[in-house]
Structure formats: structure tokens, C-alpha cells
């Protein structure tokens, strides 16, 4: 397949009205600015005339190209199906819903192709949309930047750039989308950037999101990070969790016995053993240990049967076939 410069990934959900203008803008940027150029329009399942627009619109420019779902899977399966379509040296990915702005295209291409990043995502600094996005959104920011590591004012910005090969190696789903970021920095693409851009009010429609997604965002944020650090090596996680416990267990199991070894040797009232509540803590403390154990046994042998070396991702090599 001939590389062009830049393959731009559209997801989309009911967007009949706006796709017209995005698709004319685009293509307006790509020719003043000499890029050659695909744009991939990803229909996740819209119920109104979208896909009949797409068709249109693909019959009057050749750089169109489109996916269509049955049905509505999320934004994170459109994103991974349109990057398994890229042909282009940069990938953009940018909302259907005209607030991201296509002008932007052209400076974050600069910063791949002439700074070396391997991913730069879009900042919207200044916001047009309610304080009830905004605040859980600024919270939301704060603690992925604690968790990840990774020092972006805005991880959910629909408006980004990555280098081609890079998205090749990005497994995005449920929804994962939000944590692209992070999903690179545990891929090893470590140079990863921002640049502020402009942030349009929504012209046409309604949004598709709700607060919900802020409370999945966060069970997604934890999920992510579970599976990126302990996937080869569940064992360490589980493992010294049920060390912790079954040692807190063994260690109050001693407490309870001595006590009462020590009550009767000098003829003190004594309780039985089971009518105390530690002794069911230790209990507690003892199974659940052990559970862990096998938890983290299981897990290991999972991940040895399902590690292969396509799970490891070559930069280079040198005659090696």
C-alpha cells in the first residue's frame, strides 16, 4: 500500500447534519496545506441518515472511506476498527461533532513528523461546554495525570495525533478510548505531548455522553492500569496480597493461642477460642490468603499459556527474519 501523509479517523454516532461541513473542511486544510491524505469515516451504528450522507459524500471525493457498524458499539471499537484501515505516516483522530477544529491538523502533524513525539493529544484550554462537564472533567484529569504518570492537561480531547505505526499496536476497547495515552505509555511509546487547540461550541445535535461516564471513566482508569502493570505478572500482585493476609491471619491464629495457653498456665478466666472475634478475623485472614494464592497461581499459568511473542513489540532489528 503507496504511504500518504496523513490518515484522519472520524468515529461517529448520528452526525448526519454535521458531516457535510467536517468532511469539506478537512479536505480544504489538506489541499492548502499540500498534504496527500484519507479520511476514515467510522458510522458506529447511527440510526439517522449518516451512512446515506457518507455514500454521498465518498461518490464526490476519493479520499473517503467508510466503516459501518450493525449496531452501536462505542467510540473505543469505531477508533480501533478506522485504525486498522491507516495507510498514512500520521494518524489524527477527531469528533464528528465540529468542535474539534480541522485547522488544527496541520500544527500537530508538525509535531510528529519534525519534533518526534509519538503522540500528541489535543488540550482544549479554554471550554465551551457546562460547569457540569467541566469540573468532574478537570477532577477526572487530575487523578489519571496521579496514576499514569503522564502529564496531559486533557486525556479525553477527541483531537489527537499519533504516529502511523504506532496505532498498528494499540488494542482499544469497551471504553478505552479516554486512556489512549496510557495505553501507549505501557506499549513503550513514551514521547507523548500536548498542544493546545481551539475548542468550538456543538453546532448541530445533542452529545452522546453523559456524568455516567465519569464513573466508568474511573473503573476503566483502574482496569487499565491493573492489566498494563500485572498482565505478565499477576502472581507479584496477587501473591503479596495473600501473603499479607494469610501472614496477618497466622500471626493473630499465634496471638489467640498463646493467649489462652497463657491464661491457663496461670489459672486466669478464660474464654474458648471461638468466642472471640479475633479468632474469625484469623480465620477470615487465613482463607482469603490462601484464595489469593490460588487466584494468583491461576492467573500466572493463564498468562504463560497466552504469552507469545507477538506480544512483544520489535523497534528494530538487524538481519533477523
Not at 485472614?285 to 492467573?299: I, Y
Not at 504463560?304 to 523497534?315: E, F, I, T
Request: aromatic share 12%.
Amino acid at each position: 500500500m503507496q504511504k500518504i501523509d496523513i490518515s484522519v479517523v472520524v468515529p461517529l454516532y448520528n452526525e448526519e447534519e454535521s458531516l457535510p461541513e467536517l468532511c469539506e473542511w478537512v479536505s480544504r486544510v489538506m489541499i492548502s496545506h499540500g498534504f496527500s491524505y484519507e479520511l476514515i469515516l467510522v458510522d458506529d451504528g447511527s440510526d439517522d441518515t449518516s451512512w446515506n450522507v457518507i455514500q454521498e459524500l465518498s461518490a464526490k471525493n476519493q479520499h473517503i472511506k467508510a466503516l459501518k457498524f450493525n449496531r452501536n458499539y462505542g467510540k473505543s471499537a469505531a477508533l480501533n476498527s478506522g485504525f486498522k484501515q491507516t495507510q498514512g505516516s500520521v494518524v489524527i483522530t477527531m469528533d464528528a461533532d465540529l468542535q474539534d477544529s480541522p485547522d488544527e491538523i496541520p500544527a500537530l502533524y508538525k509535531k510528529i513528523k519534525e519534533e518526534g513525539f509519538d503522540m500528541v493529544s489535543g488540550w482544549k484550554k479554554k471550554r465551551h461546554d457546562p460547569i457540569t462537564k467541566t469540573i468532574p472533567s478537570k477532577f477526572f484529569n487530575y487523578v489519571t495525570r496521579k496514576i499514569s504518570g503522564i502529564k496531559l492537561h486533557d486525556f479525553n480531547c477527541g483531537l489527537k495525533a499519533y504516529r502511523g505505526e504506532m496505532v498498528k499496536h494499540l488494542n482499544v476497547y469497551g471504553e478505552m478510548h479516554r486512556y489512549i495515552p496510557v495505553i501507549a505509555k505501557w506499549n513503550g511509546y513514551r514521547k507523548i505531548g500536548e498542544q493546545v487547540v481551539q475548542h468550538r461550541e456543538r453546532k448541530y445535535g445533542t452529545t452522546k455522553f453523559g456524568l455516567e461516564r465519569f464513573v466508568n471513566g474511573f473503573l476503566d482508569l483502574l482496569s487499565i492500569t491493573f492489566v498494563s502493570r500485572f498482565k505478565r505478572k499477576p502472581m507479584h500482585f496477587f501473591g503479596l496480597l495473600g501473603t499479607l493476609s494469610f501472614f496477618s491471619g497466622f500471626v493473630i491464629t499465634c496471638y489467640v493461642i498463646g493467649d489462652k495457653l497463657y491464661k491457663l498456665h496461670n489459672k486466669l478466666p478464660v474464654r474458648d477460642i471461638t468466642d472471640q472475634p479475633l479468632f474469625f478475623l484469623a480465620l477470615v485472614a487465613l482463607v482469603v490468603g490462601v484464595q489469593l494464592f490460588l487466584t494468583g497461581f491461576l492467573a500466572e499459568m493463564l498468562a504463560m499459556k497466552s504469552n507469545s511473542s507477538k506480544d512483544y513489540l520489535v523497534s528494530d532489528s538487524i538481519r533477523v527474519s
